[in-house]
């Protein structure tokens, strides 16, 4: 197969995982015959210093013309100690959300059978864990209506969502939860938001089209709780666009690590794979940040291809670098620490 891929690296540590999950793709297409043609842009911090912009429209060109976009992180202190900041890095992604129509935010959580003690949960409470969050990406309150009044005393933000956005991300629960073990959670806050009401109406409306999935239907609070106490008793969860973001980042620390977790975001012409970490710009340069969580990414893009063998190729090198202990220093515990420049040739060279 012929792949051209948009390379999304943006700032901090994005350029040094980003690097690795290329060199280990690159692997996996000379083993398996595959073409893959990469082709660089500018987006975040990065963007803004070289042309005022956090998303170009070159970058969005790439992009949009792209079988996939493989991305890395985007954020500087610079902007994030500056709340007056007229441009800043995440407007770039919210715009590329929007721009390319990725609406459906796939994050699987699951754990690594090496790392389990390596959790902040109990054992116990975490095995057997393998959920995912489909989050609702290009509606809600961070796209909604924002701004001032009172002279700047008083701040809103409006949360607004129409009945066709929720069906088309419930739509790809539903399908999900039907290739796993045909349970659906709903979370929302249906006691108090108006726009919560309109998610489950229409999303228990949606029920007799798939009488096979069994559907529940919680509150936000309720799941937060339960992530932590319980995580292994959910399958698929589909949620609002805040909602989605807080609760995903709760349980991505159930592995042991931010930098374990990959995920997508789903359009209707092309989706994006990237890790659910941040740019960590303390770390940026030092050779410590952990490839897997991109790497991991980068299988999924594949297996959105529906090359499946290639992505369980990825991720069984993942998993003995894991059990080998070729871990970056968030997951040496005291034992030798590699870099993340070595845990990429360690990767690609397994493979």
Known sequence: MKLNIALLAGDGIGPEVIDQAVKVSDAIAQKFGHEITWKPALTGAAAIDAVGEPYPDATHEICKNADAVLFGAIGHPKYDNDPSAPVRPEQGLLKMRKALGLFANVRPTFTFPSLLDKSPLKRERIEGTDLVFLRELT???YFGEKGRRDGGETAFDNCVYTRHEVQRLAKKGFELAMTRSKRLCCVD??????TSRLWRETVQAMEKDYPEVTVSYEFVDAVAMRLVQWPNSYDVLITENLF???LTDEASVISGS???MPSA???AEVSLFEPIHGSYPQATGLNIANPMATVLSAAMMFESFGLMEE?????DAV???LEAGIVT???ADGGKAYGTKEVGDWLAANI
């Open 139 to 141: 509606g809600g309150i």
């Open 189 to 194: 806050k249906a006691n108090v938001l108006e």
């Open 244 to 246: 989605g973001d807080i």
């Open 258 to 260: 931010m930098g374990l």
């Open 265 to 267: 975001s789903m359009g």
């Open 311 to 315: 992505g369980s190729a990825m991720r």
């Open 319 to 321: 998993n003995k670098a």
């Open 329 to 331: 220093e968030d997951l």
